[in-house]
Protein backbone atom coordinates (compact mmCIF):
# COMPACT_ATOMS: atom_id res chain seq x y z
CA UNK A 1 0.00 0.00 0.00
CA UNK A 2 1.18 3.41 -0.88
CA UNK A 3 2.47 5.19 2.08
CA UNK A 4 2.31 9.55 1.55
CA UNK A 5 5.65 11.39 1.76
CA UNK A 6 3.83 13.30 3.97
CA UNK A 7 3.44 10.92 6.40
CA UNK A 8 6.99 10.70 6.94
CA UNK A 9 7.86 14.34 7.83
CA UNK A 10 7.18 15.75 11.17
CA UNK A 11 4.21 18.36 11.75
CA UNK A 12 4.48 21.79 10.47
CA UNK A 13 6.05 23.72 13.25
CA UNK A 14 4.77 26.86 12.86
CA UNK A 15 0.79 25.20 13.47
CA UNK A 16 1.78 24.17 16.84
CA UNK A 17 1.82 28.28 17.80
CA UNK A 18 -1.45 29.37 16.62
CA UNK A 19 -2.88 29.31 20.58
CA UNK A 20 0.23 31.51 21.13
CA UNK A 21 -0.40 33.73 18.08
CA UNK A 22 -4.19 34.01 19.16
CA UNK A 23 -2.30 35.37 22.78
CA UNK A 24 -0.47 38.05 21.34
CA UNK A 25 -3.10 39.01 18.98
CA UNK A 26 -5.34 39.75 21.67
CA UNK A 27 -3.09 42.58 23.40
CA UNK A 28 -4.94 46.31 23.24
CA UNK A 29 -1.84 47.51 20.93
CA UNK A 30 -1.77 44.85 18.87
CA UNK A 31 1.00 41.65 17.94
CA UNK A 32 4.79 42.14 18.10
CA UNK A 33 5.16 38.88 15.54
CA UNK A 34 9.24 38.55 15.82
CA UNK A 35 8.70 34.81 15.44
CA UNK A 36 9.04 33.98 11.16
CA UNK A 37 11.81 35.58 9.56
CA UNK A 38 9.82 37.18 7.26
CA UNK A 39 11.03 41.06 6.21
CA UNK A 40 9.20 43.74 6.43
CA UNK A 41 10.71 46.82 4.68
CA UNK A 42 10.68 48.52 1.01
CA UNK A 43 12.49 46.47 -1.85
CA UNK A 44 14.53 49.22 -3.31
CA UNK A 45 13.17 50.90 -6.49
CA UNK A 46 15.86 49.88 -8.93
CA UNK A 47 14.75 45.82 -8.21
CA UNK A 48 10.58 46.86 -8.85
CA UNK A 49 11.91 48.78 -11.90
CA UNK A 50 14.40 45.66 -13.37
CA UNK A 51 11.02 43.37 -12.85
CA UNK A 52 8.68 45.21 -14.37
CA UNK A 53 10.54 46.33 -16.96
CA UNK A 54 10.87 42.43 -17.94
CA UNK A 55 7.08 41.57 -17.61
CA UNK A 56 6.60 41.97 -21.33
CA UNK A 57 8.92 38.70 -22.50
CA UNK A 58 6.47 35.86 -23.25
CA UNK A 59 9.38 33.70 -23.35
CA UNK A 60 10.47 30.45 -21.70
CA UNK A 61 13.22 31.45 -19.20
CA UNK A 62 16.55 29.75 -18.93
CA UNK A 63 17.30 27.32 -16.20
CA UNK A 64 21.09 28.26 -16.09
CA UNK A 65 20.00 32.03 -15.87
CA UNK A 66 20.54 34.85 -18.28
CA UNK A 67 24.14 35.73 -19.25
CA UNK A 68 23.71 38.84 -17.27
CA UNK A 69 22.52 36.92 -14.26
CA UNK A 70 25.71 34.38 -14.47
CA UNK A 71 27.91 37.23 -14.02
CA UNK A 72 25.61 39.12 -11.68
CA UNK A 73 26.23 35.96 -8.99
CA UNK A 74 29.50 35.04 -10.40
CA UNK A 75 30.63 38.63 -9.39
CA UNK A 76 28.75 38.45 -6.10
CA UNK A 77 29.95 35.43 -4.58
CA UNK A 78 33.54 37.31 -6.07
CA UNK A 79 32.95 40.50 -3.99
CA UNK A 80 31.40 38.70 -0.86
CA UNK A 81 33.52 35.49 -0.54
CA UNK A 82 36.67 36.17 -2.29
CA UNK A 83 36.14 33.12 -4.60
CA UNK A 84 37.26 33.54 -8.45
CA UNK A 85 35.16 33.00 -11.82
CA UNK A 86 35.70 29.53 -11.88
CA UNK A 87 32.92 28.94 -9.65
CA UNK A 88 29.93 27.40 -10.90
CA UNK A 89 26.53 28.94 -10.18
CA UNK A 90 23.06 28.31 -10.12
CA UNK A 91 19.27 30.40 -9.42
CA UNK A 92 17.09 28.54 -7.54
CA UNK A 93 13.13 29.26 -6.51
CA UNK A 94 13.93 30.57 -3.33
CA UNK A 95 16.60 28.92 -0.28
CA UNK A 96 14.01 26.39 1.24
CA UNK A 97 13.00 25.10 -1.86
CA UNK A 98 15.85 24.37 -3.06
CA UNK A 99 17.53 22.75 0.28
CA UNK A 100 14.10 20.87 0.72
CA UNK A 101 14.88 19.07 -2.90
CA UNK A 102 19.01 19.08 -2.61
CA UNK A 103 19.24 15.56 -1.31
CA UNK A 104 16.24 13.93 -3.85
CA UNK A 105 18.03 15.71 -6.53
CA UNK A 106 22.22 14.42 -6.09
CA UNK A 107 20.74 11.20 -5.18
CA UNK A 108 20.72 10.39 -1.03
CA UNK A 109 18.20 7.66 -0.92
CA UNK A 110 19.59 5.35 1.67
CA UNK A 111 22.29 7.46 2.72
CA UNK A 112 23.42 9.25 6.07
CA UNK A 113 22.96 13.01 5.99
CA UNK A 114 24.06 15.38 8.85
CA UNK A 115 22.33 18.49 10.17
CA UNK A 116 23.54 20.45 12.71
CA UNK A 117 22.36 19.81 16.39
CA UNK A 118 19.99 22.75 16.43
CA UNK A 119 18.96 23.30 12.92
CA UNK A 120 16.60 25.07 10.13
CA UNK A 121 14.03 22.09 9.98
CA UNK A 122 13.97 22.12 6.29
CA UNK A 123 17.17 20.36 6.19
CA UNK A 124 15.54 17.39 8.52
CA UNK A 125 12.65 17.24 6.15
CA UNK A 126 15.47 17.36 3.01
CA UNK A 127 16.64 14.62 4.50
CA UNK A 128 13.21 12.73 5.27
CA UNK A 129 12.18 13.50 1.56
CA UNK A 130 15.13 11.56 0.22
CA UNK A 131 14.92 8.55 1.95
CA UNK A 132 17.94 9.43 3.55
CA UNK A 133 19.25 8.49 7.05
CA UNK A 134 19.76 11.48 9.40
CA UNK A 135 22.42 12.41 11.96
CA UNK A 136 22.43 15.79 14.39
CA UNK A 137 26.06 16.57 14.80
CA UNK A 138 28.31 19.39 14.83
CA UNK A 139 31.71 17.94 14.89
CA UNK A 140 33.50 16.45 12.02
CA UNK A 141 34.37 13.42 14.17
CA UNK A 142 31.06 12.60 14.44
CA UNK A 143 30.08 12.80 10.87
CA UNK A 144 30.79 8.91 10.27
CA UNK A 145 30.41 8.05 7.15
CA UNK A 146 27.63 10.47 5.95
CA UNK A 147 27.44 11.06 2.22
CA UNK A 148 26.49 15.08 2.68
CA UNK A 149 26.33 17.72 5.64
CA UNK A 150 24.22 20.59 5.83
CA UNK A 151 26.15 23.47 7.53
CA UNK A 152 24.52 26.94 8.26
CA UNK A 153 26.75 29.98 9.22
CA UNK A 154 25.76 32.21 10.86
CA UNK A 155 23.17 29.83 12.08
CA UNK A 156 19.58 30.22 12.11
CA UNK A 157 18.04 29.79 15.19
CA UNK A 158 21.26 30.73 16.78
CA UNK A 159 23.49 33.22 14.90
CA UNK A 160 26.47 31.53 15.88
CA UNK A 161 29.72 31.81 13.34
CA UNK A 162 31.82 28.39 12.05
CA UNK A 163 35.58 30.27 12.26
CA UNK A 164 37.78 29.54 9.05
CA UNK A 165 39.38 26.48 11.27
CA UNK A 166 36.20 24.82 12.20
CA UNK A 167 35.06 25.51 8.72
CA UNK A 168 38.65 23.92 7.48
CA UNK A 169 38.12 20.60 9.69
CA UNK A 170 34.54 19.81 8.02
CA UNK A 171 36.45 20.34 4.75
CA UNK A 172 39.09 18.15 5.41
CA UNK A 173 36.76 15.34 6.90
CA UNK A 174 34.74 15.96 3.54
CA UNK A 175 37.59 15.76 1.24
CA UNK A 176 38.73 12.14 2.98
CA UNK A 177 35.19 10.74 3.13
CA UNK A 178 34.26 12.05 -0.41
CA UNK A 179 31.06 13.47 0.93
CA UNK A 180 29.39 16.62 -0.56
CA UNK A 181 28.91 20.11 2.21
CA UNK A 182 25.85 22.19 1.38
CA UNK A 183 26.60 25.42 3.30
CA UNK A 184 23.46 27.66 4.20
CA UNK A 185 25.14 31.23 4.19
CA UNK A 186 21.77 33.23 3.65
CA UNK A 187 22.50 35.32 6.35
CA UNK A 188 26.24 35.77 5.75
CA UNK A 189 26.36 40.15 5.48
CA UNK A 190 24.47 40.25 8.84
CA UNK A 191 27.13 40.55 11.36
CA UNK A 192 27.58 42.24 14.37
CA UNK A 193 30.61 41.23 15.67
CA UNK A 194 33.57 42.11 14.24
CA UNK A 195 35.58 39.40 16.01
CA UNK A 196 33.49 36.90 14.38
CA UNK A 197 32.76 37.71 10.91
CA UNK A 198 31.06 34.96 9.06
CA UNK A 199 32.87 33.09 6.35
CA UNK A 200 31.99 30.99 3.57
CA UNK A 201 32.80 27.47 2.62
CA UNK A 202 34.04 28.91 -0.91
CA UNK A 203 36.37 31.27 1.36
CA UNK A 204 40.19 30.23 -0.59
CA UNK A 205 40.83 30.55 3.52
CA UNK A 206 39.37 27.62 3.76
CA UNK A 207 39.48 25.97 0.74
CA UNK A 208 43.05 26.56 -0.73
CA UNK A 209 41.35 27.03 -3.84
CA UNK A 210 39.92 23.84 -3.92
CA UNK A 211 36.01 23.72 -4.28
CA UNK A 212 35.37 20.05 -4.95
CA UNK A 213 32.25 18.75 -3.14
CA UNK A 214 31.10 22.19 -1.78
CA UNK A 215 28.15 24.25 -2.44
CA UNK A 216 27.11 27.39 -1.22
CA UNK A 217 23.27 28.93 -0.88
CA UNK A 218 22.97 31.85 -1.21
CA UNK A 219 19.37 34.25 -0.59
CA UNK A 220 17.99 37.74 -1.56
CA UNK A 221 15.44 37.67 1.13
CA UNK A 222 16.82 38.56 3.78
CA UNK A 223 19.95 41.10 2.34
CA UNK A 224 17.28 42.83 -0.38
CA UNK A 225 13.81 42.04 1.66
CA UNK A 226 13.13 40.18 -1.62
CA UNK A 227 11.50 36.97 0.41
CA UNK A 228 8.12 37.38 -2.44
CA UNK A 229 10.25 36.94 -4.70
CA UNK A 230 12.02 33.75 -3.80
CA UNK A 231 15.08 34.65 -5.09
CA UNK A 232 18.05 32.79 -4.46
CA UNK A 233 20.94 30.99 -6.13
CA UNK A 234 23.79 28.35 -5.39
CA UNK A 235 27.11 28.74 -5.88
CA UNK A 236 30.32 25.70 -5.54
CA UNK A 237 31.79 22.91 -7.54
CA UNK A 238 31.31 23.19 -10.95
CA UNK A 239 30.36 19.85 -11.78
CA UNK A 240 28.26 19.78 -8.77
CA UNK A 241 26.49 22.96 -10.40
CA UNK A 242 26.11 21.52 -13.43
CA UNK A 243 24.72 17.85 -12.48
CA UNK A 244 22.54 19.97 -10.72
CA UNK A 245 21.47 22.03 -13.53
CA UNK A 246 20.33 19.73 -15.71
CA UNK A 247 18.29 17.84 -13.28
CA UNK A 248 16.70 21.47 -12.89
CA UNK A 249 16.07 21.62 -16.23
CA UNK A 250 14.45 18.07 -16.84
CA UNK A 251 11.67 18.82 -13.64
CA UNK A 252 10.82 22.53 -14.54
CA UNK A 253 12.57 24.09 -12.11
CA UNK A 254 13.14 27.62 -13.21
CA UNK A 255 13.53 30.74 -11.57
CA UNK A 256 10.98 33.30 -13.35
CA UNK A 257 12.31 35.68 -16.29
CA UNK A 258 11.16 39.03 -14.19
CA UNK A 259 12.72 37.46 -11.23
CA UNK A 260 16.37 36.70 -12.74
CA UNK A 261 16.39 40.26 -14.00
CA UNK A 262 15.39 41.57 -10.44
CA UNK A 263 18.15 39.81 -9.36
CA UNK A 264 20.70 41.05 -11.33
CA UNK A 265 19.92 44.51 -9.95
CA UNK A 266 19.87 42.97 -6.78
CA UNK A 267 22.99 41.28 -6.59
CA UNK A 268 24.54 44.70 -7.84
CA UNK A 269 22.80 46.75 -5.39
CA UNK A 270 25.35 47.21 -2.76
CA UNK A 271 24.21 50.22 -0.77
CA UNK A 272 20.95 48.77 -0.29
CA UNK A 273 22.36 45.65 1.07
CA UNK A 274 24.23 47.91 3.46
CA UNK A 275 21.15 50.07 4.30
CA UNK A 276 19.38 46.99 5.74
CA UNK A 277 22.40 45.85 7.95
CA UNK A 278 22.04 48.99 9.14
CA UNK A 279 17.81 48.70 9.75
CA UNK A 280 18.77 45.28 11.75
CA UNK A 281 21.84 46.57 13.57
CA UNK A 282 19.60 49.40 15.10
CA UNK A 283 16.50 47.28 16.30
CA UNK A 284 19.19 44.51 17.07
CA UNK A 285 20.81 46.79 19.84
CA UNK A 286 17.11 48.27 21.07
CA UNK A 287 16.06 44.13 21.80
CA UNK A 288 19.37 42.88 22.93
CA UNK A 289 19.03 45.63 25.81
CA UNK A 290 15.29 45.49 26.39
CA UNK A 291 15.44 41.43 26.89
CA UNK A 292 18.72 41.13 28.98
CA UNK A 293 16.99 43.94 31.47
CA UNK A 294 13.65 41.71 31.38
CA UNK A 295 16.09 38.79 32.90
CA UNK A 296 16.71 36.91 29.25
CA UNK A 297 20.31 35.52 28.79
CA UNK A 298 21.34 35.81 25.22
CA UNK A 299 23.65 32.86 23.96
CA UNK A 300 25.52 33.31 20.42
CA UNK A 301 23.42 35.54 18.34
CA UNK A 302 26.96 37.17 16.49
CA UNK A 303 25.10 37.39 13.59
CA UNK A 304 21.68 36.27 11.73
CA UNK A 305 18.39 38.38 12.08
CA UNK A 306 17.48 36.32 15.12
CA UNK A 307 18.51 36.29 18.61
CA UNK A 308 18.85 33.34 20.29
CA UNK A 309 17.76 33.30 24.46
CA UNK A 310 16.97 32.14 27.26
CA UNK A 311 15.13 31.85 30.43
CA UNK A 312 16.18 28.54 31.67
CA UNK A 313 12.92 27.22 31.60
CA UNK A 314 10.93 25.19 29.05
CA UNK A 315 10.54 27.27 25.65
CA UNK A 316 6.96 26.85 25.42
CA UNK A 317 6.61 28.56 29.00
CA UNK A 318 8.76 31.11 27.46
CA UNK A 319 6.86 31.60 24.36
CA UNK A 320 3.48 31.91 26.83
CA UNK A 321 5.38 34.73 28.64
CA UNK A 322 5.81 36.70 26.06
CA UNK A 323 2.46 35.66 24.22
CA UNK A 324 0.79 37.67 27.10
CA UNK A 325 2.60 40.12 26.65
CA UNK A 326 2.01 40.17 22.23
CA UNK A 327 4.90 39.15 21.49
CA UNK A 328 5.09 36.21 19.38
CA UNK A 329 8.52 33.87 18.81
CA UNK A 330 9.69 30.97 18.00
CA UNK A 331 9.98 28.52 20.15
CA UNK A 332 13.85 26.80 20.22
CA UNK A 333 12.13 23.14 19.60
CA UNK A 334 11.15 23.89 16.22
CA UNK A 335 15.17 23.53 15.45
CA UNK A 336 15.96 20.36 17.85
CA UNK A 337 16.15 18.95 20.69
CA UNK A 338 19.31 20.86 22.20
CA UNK A 339 16.79 23.90 21.76
CA UNK A 340 14.47 23.07 24.13
CA UNK A 341 14.62 25.90 26.81
CA UNK A 342 15.33 28.96 23.91
CA UNK A 343 13.42 30.63 21.64
CA UNK A 344 14.14 32.63 18.63
CA UNK A 345 13.48 36.14 18.23
CA UNK A 346 13.60 37.86 15.10
CA UNK A 347 14.91 41.17 14.18
CA UNK A 348 12.46 41.63 11.30
CA UNK A 349 9.74 44.22 13.09
CA UNK A 350 9.19 47.59 11.43
CA UNK A 351 11.00 50.22 14.01
CA UNK A 352 7.59 51.10 15.17
CA UNK A 353 6.74 47.27 16.30
CA UNK A 354 10.10 47.00 17.83
CA UNK A 355 9.70 50.07 19.96
CA UNK A 356 6.79 48.28 20.94
CA UNK A 357 8.31 45.28 22.06
CA UNK A 358 10.83 47.15 23.54
CA UNK A 359 8.62 49.35 25.74
CA UNK A 360 6.16 45.52 26.61
CA UNK A 361 9.35 43.79 28.05
CA UNK A 362 10.25 46.94 30.18
Not at 62 to 67: F, L, M, Q, R, V
Not at 75 to 90: K, Y
Not at 144 to 166: Q, Y
Not at 298 to 306: L, T
Request: proline share 7%.
Amino acid sequence: MRQPLVHLLPDFPWDSLAEAKRTAQAHPDGIVDLSVGNPVDPVAPGVQLALTQYADKPGYPATTGTPELQQAMRDNLARRTGVDSSIGVLPVMGLKEAIAWLPTLLGMRGETIVIPSVAYPTYEVAALMAGATLVRADDPRDFGSAAMVFINSPSNPTGEVLSVERLRAVVAWARENGAIIASDECYLDLAWDDSKRPVSILDPRVTDGDNTGLIAMHSLSKSHNLASYRAAFFGGDPQLIAELLELRKHAGLIVPGPIQAAMVQALGDADSEALQVRRYAQRRAKLVRALTDAGFRIEHSEASMYLWVTRGEDCRDTVDWLAQRGILVAPGDFYGPAGQKFVRVGLNGTDERIDAAVSRLR
